[in-house]
T-cell receptor
Framework: AQTVTQSQPEMSVQEAETVTLSCTYD???????LFWYKQPPSRQMILVIR??????QNATENRFSVNFQKAAKSFSLKISDSQLGDTAMYFC?????????????FGTGTQLKVEL | DTGVSQNPRHKITKRGQNVTFRCDPI?????LYWYRQTLGQGPEFLTY????????KSRLLSDRFSAERPKGSFSTLEIQRTEQGDSAMYLC?????????????FGSGTRLTVV
């Protein structure tokens, strides 16, 4: 069974600053996918960024980037130039690759508040 | 296509009553998932369908819970004899089989309150 741990229940950052959200996971799988989802107060989960475990290059999507350390089983999210609209709950999620690996396992989330 | 649609958005019910939620996935997505999210927690997997077949159920899905996906299109999640512990957000998501690493598209959820 896989577990995902987000050790920061809450974080805050000033607008335009950079913030890093932490995520660690535990798995015996070699091939898998990792995701960061954002859940704004409107509640709909939105995919922010994804990483394939067999790719060494860290994924980047505009202001969002990840630091994927496979050996350490760490997958942190960096948000650059933080904006008020980034205020949300952020969930790290894991999905094994291959047959049967269909469900996402989520962490408990980090509530991020972007302040003026 | 406007994404994954869930109805109702909110449901308040008395303990012991039955409730049913509906999820309409993205039309070309052949996988559909149900998750439950309680306050301050991440979503927990309940069950998923590939087309009309229910392929996996979590142990969280007690015998009071049943899900269907007739004809592989929309899905319903029914909770019989509701209990206060069933109060949660019920999330539906869909994905496309051949895009394994593509993540899910979530609906806005149905918030259930059992009083």
């Amino acid at each position: 069974a896989q577990t995902v741990t987000q050790s920061q229940p809450e974080m805050s950052v000033q607008e335009a600053e950079t913030v890093t959200l932490s995520c660690t996971y535990d798995t015996s799988e070699n091939n898998y996918y990792l995701f960061w989802y954002k859940q704004p107060p409107s509640r709909q989960m939105i995919l922010v960024i994804r990483q394939e475990a067999y790719k060494q290059q860290n994924a980047t999507e505009n202001r969002f980037s990840v630091n994927f350390q496979k050996a350490a089983k760490s997958f942190s999210l960096k948000i650059s130039d933080s904006q008020l609209g980034d205020t949300a709950m952020y969930f790290c999620a894991f999905k094994p690759s291959g047959g049967g690996g269909n469900k996402l396992t989520f962490g408990t989330g980090t509530q991020l508040k972007v302040e003026l | 296509d406007t994404g994954v649609s869930q109805n109702p958005r909110h449901k308040i019910t008395k303990r012991g009553q039955n409730v049913t939620f509906r999820c309409d996935p993205i039309s070309e997505h052949n996988r559909l998932y149900w998750y439950r999210q309680t306050l301050g927690q991440g979503p927990e997997f309940l069950t998923y369908f590939q087309n009309e077949a229910q392929l996996e159920k979590s142990r969280l899905l007690s015998d009071r819970f049943s899900a269907e996906r007739p004809k592989g299109s929309f899905s319903t999640l029914e909770i019989q004899r509701t209990e206060q512990g069933d109060s949660a957000m019920y999330l539906c998501a869909s994905s496309f089989l051949d895009r394994e690493g593509g993540g899910y598209t979530f609906g806005s959820g149905t918030r259930l309150t059992v009083v």
